[in-house]
């Protein structure tokens, strides 16, 4: 055997493995903008910054539930304000009649996935398959068409920010949050976290499920809600969900 045909199959298997590793960074290369720097500069669109004079959008993930979402439903309507819910598939799936009343008060209703779970490696049928699922669960389920995707973990790979804007849904992710998910998290600690993001045009990222969170988790935003609400009327700025936002659509035009 020469020594050409003996390098042969090392060769091939060197080609394979970068070949490979381009499709996996392609694949994760979305998820860039989840860096701050990104965030504030090239992708203040995917981000979620708004246009819309004094206003930050409140959004919750991970619901419906149950247990928890009435709560906070509840603070919101005595709060006077209105909020943008990333729903998951499976959980909507057992509590469809919370994914309605969503709607009923009010708010705005969004996919967030149907599973939580990070799209690390490349499946493109897989990731546009599960995501139109969750999307005709909201759109049926809840009676409204969904706008919105954010991925869960805020990690936007190629596949699902592909198949979102095959499904008409526009990607945004978040530009302030309150850390309301860990088991140490307070209303103070929420609030606290929070209040440096809470700028007119922010986007605010808070939970309404403890599905993926510590047990009981959602207690700390349910007491940090009206602390962010006062906060918002002393700095002159309206809470209120991504409808109202006027984040600036692809190609420089933007949502009514």
């Not at 309150?178 to 088991?183: E, K, S, Y």
């Amino acid at each position: 055997m020469s020594a050409a045909v003996g390098h042969r199959p090392a060769t091939v298997a060197a080609t394979a493995l970068a070949v490979a590793a381009g499709i996996e960074l392609l694949h994760l290369a979305p998820a860039a903008v989840r860096l701050p720097p990104l965030r504030r500069t090239l992708a203040r669109r995917t981000a979620g910054y708004g246009t819309a004079p004094g206003h930050v959008a409140l959004t919750f993930d991970d619901g419906p539930d149950p247990r928890s979402t009435p709560y906070v439903l509840d603070a919101l309507d005595a709060l006077g304000a209105r909020a943008t819910f990333f729903l998951l598939g499976a959980m909507l799936e057992r509590a469809p009649a919370l994914g309605r009343e969503l709607v009923l008060r009010g708010h705005e209703v969004a996919v967030h996935g149907w599973h939580h779970r990070q799209q690390w490696y490349p499946a493109p049928a897989r990731d546009l398959r599960e995501l139109r699922r969750a999307t005709e669960a909201v759109t049926e389920l809840c009676g409204a068409r969904p706008l919105w995707y954010r991925p869960p973990y805020g990690v936007l790979t190629a596949g699902p920010a592909l198949a979102a804007r095959r499904l008409g849904l526009r990607s945004v992710l978040w530009t302030a949050w309150g850390r309301d998910w860990t088991a140490r998290a307070t209303g103070e600690s929420v609030h606290a976290t929070a209040r440096p993001g809470l700028t007119a045009g922010a986007t605010l990222l808070l939970h309404d499920s403890d599905c993926t969170s510590a047990p009981d988790s959602w207690r700390a935003t349910l007491a940090a809600l009206p602390l962010i609400a006062a906060h918002c009327r002393t700095h002159h700025l309206t809470l209120g969900p991504l409808r109202d936002h006027r984040v600036p659509a692809p190609g420089g035009s933007r949502r009514p």
